[in-house]
């Protein structure tokens, strides 16, 4: 991997971005960031995943240099759909897959940071797009996603007037879960993910499946899925061990069974 560096720590990843001085996501980055993610997925000792930015930036958004590259309308569009799937492939993914954004999480950036299932920010990261600022539109599903935890009329604001939020602002608006100090940031993030891959792979997939399942269909169809899913992660080797530490008054030890 040139621009990316994996660590991995008993059940859990930690994927760093570097590309300085921006963590610019050139379609080579997000090429890169796609085959390590698959990587990750074969992986049965990963449970969890962390994704932060090396030195100054989470990420400051799209290679705006490679722009100039593209010679049609089309292969503009195509360039916007491989990033799409690979988000998507993150915001599907069967593990739980963390942000930790630090200093700017800007177009691509904050695009990327969406797609993850929980972000965590420092309280004063930018977080925005400004695509228009440029004439453009995000092209990473940001449109899309955006107003799934704002709102439209907020995620319209956004867009509008290409103002980031802070740390804090995202927190309140619902973009993200929590902000901490700048320098607690990576520690905190860390310690959740170490949390996270303490859980029953089985169940964590579940969860995100059923998460991913209820947006946009029926309450009804929604828990009946729950319902099945719930009969197949009892019937799990994790499940019953679960309930069994549970009784004992004991941590249980889930090996992915």
Known sequence: MEFLTVSKENNAAFIKIERPPANALSTAVIQELGQQMEELENDNSIRAILLYGEGRFFSAGADIKEFTEVQSGEA????????????????????????????????????????????????????????????????????????????VAKAAEMLFTSKPLTGKEAVQWGLANQ?????????????LVRLIAKKSP??????????????????YNGVNLEAAKFGEVFTTRDGQEGIRAFIEKREPKFTGE
């Open 179 to 191: 902000s901490y100090p700048e320098e607690e940031l990576l520690n905190e993030a860390k310690e």
């Open 202 to 219: 089985a169940s964590l997939k579940a969860a995100i499946e059923l998460l991913q399942f209820g947006k946009g269909r029926s309450f």
């Open 76 to 151: 503009f569009s195509e360039l916007a759909a491989d990033g799409q799937r690979i988000f998507e492939k993150i915001e599907t993914f069967p593990k739980p897959v963390v942000a930790a954004i630090h200093g700017a999480a800007l177009g691509g950036g904050l695009e990327l940071a969406m797609a993850c299932h929980i972000r965590l920010v420092s309280e004063n990261a930018k977080l925005g797009l400004p695509e228009l600022q440029l004439g453009l539109i995000p092209g990473f599903a940001g449109t899309q996603r955006l107003p799934r935890y704002v709102g």
